[in-house]
């Protein structure tokens, strides 16, 4: 594995990530939501910010943008479809683009549904997804800007990974998350083994992320509208899995 990660809390309860190529010394913030908290944390590492690579438009990802790129002089890649609300934008991507941060080869997937332009930077050489908040830990992005068909066909683009892709998100909701998927699969055996696992990194004053995509799929009931359970637990048996999703959804909203 060549790439080395940094992961830092962030405002109330966001996540940012450094991403370090250690031959090259090239580094990418993931998304900016304060400037200091960035600082800090290269600080701590003693890398020099090269790249921030944006998910989404959304403030609490992009605020810490402006203020980093004129300390550090660094680079800012943003989603094609959302270029406008962005600021001091560098270069812009969608889905099938390749992004590089010193040696080190990103794909770029599009995932909207918690906004219109969201995309998802996956290293594949480092099985590291960095999904914003279109995925999290046992939870999914509240559907804001689109359909709950767009989402649902997001999930599945990322279902495809590889199942030890290590899942990056946008914020600390794993346990939150596990409260409410704990509503729908009561007796699923990796979502009980996951929250007993939650409860004890949050004592421990521990991130509970990154998660694998393999876990996710076997716990996180937005992952599984297409599983028998999932669609019984809301009563659509039968339906078809978008229909389950989005039932699903805002059960979510309503929790």
Known sequence: MAAQTHLFKCLTDNYGVLVHDPVTGATAAID????????????????????????????????????????????????????????AVDATVTGGNTVTVGRLVAQVIDTPGHTAGHIT????????????????????????ECAPEIMWDSLLRLRELPD???????????????????????????????????????AAGQPTIPTTLGEEKRANPFLRADVPAVAAAVKMTGKPAVQVFAEVRERKNRF
């Open 121 to 144: 930077y996956v290293f594949p050489d480092d099985k590291l997804a960095f999904v914003g908040d279109t995925l999290f830990s046992i939870g999914c992005g509240r559907v804001i």
């Open 164 to 202: 030890d892709t290590l899942i990056f998100c946008g914020h600390e909701y794993t346990q939150a998350n596990i409260r409410f998927a704990l509503t729908i699969e009561p007796d699923n055996p990796t979502l009980k083994a996951r929250a007993a696992e939650a409860d004890r990194q949050v």
């Open 32 to 87: 900016a939501p304060e400037a200091w908290a960035v600082d800090a944390a290269l600080q701590a590492t003693g890398w020099q910010l090269t790249d921030i690579l944006v998910t989404h438009h959304h403030g609490d990802h992009v605020g810490g943008i402006v203020e980093l790129k004129e300390r550090h002089g660094c680079r800012v890649t943003a989603p094609a479809h959302e270029r406008q609300p962005i600021p």
